[in-house]
Nanobody, 115 residues
Framework: QVQFVESGGGLVQTGGSLRLSCAAS????????MAWYRQVPGQQRVFIAA???????NYLDSVKGRFTVSRDNAKNTVYLHMNSLKPEDTAIYYC?????????WGQGTQVTVSS
């Protein structure tokens, strides 16, 4: 069973930092590209960052230079380091593979950035 468990969210002021973690199970983690997505209530979930099995990264333009995605294959865990946070980064953050498993979204972790 494919499962993703996100953690690390919270309330932070503008300009602050957070590190999100996502533990994956039920997949061959080291083989798969992993990605982070976020969703604002009432809006579609959107892609924000990905890391390939070789460590190559890709980012949504609005987070480039502020967010860094990394992975630890020994722990089946992907991370999202977020710096210089802005109120528009407020959302629920999810991880999944890329392309994603449509029926395996986790609960996500809430990130709230106060102005």
């Amino acid at each position: 069973q494919v499962q993703f468990v996100e953690s690390g969210g919270g309330l932070v002021q503008t300009g602050g930092s957070l590190r999100l973690s996502c533990a994956a199970s039920g997949i061959t983690f080291r083989r798969d590209a992993m990605a982070w997505y976020r969703q604002v209530p009432g809006q579609q979930r959107v892609f924000i960052a990905a890391i390939s099995n070789a460590g190559n990264t890709n980012y949504l333009d609005s987070v480039k230079g502020r967010f860094t995605v990394s992975r630890d294959n020994a722990k089946n865990t992907v991370y999202l380091h977020m710096n210089s946070l802005k109120p528009e980064d407020t959302a629920i953050y999810y991880c999944n593979t890329l392309p994603f498993y449509a029926d395996s979204w986790g609960q996500g972790t809430q990130v709230t950035v106060s102005s």
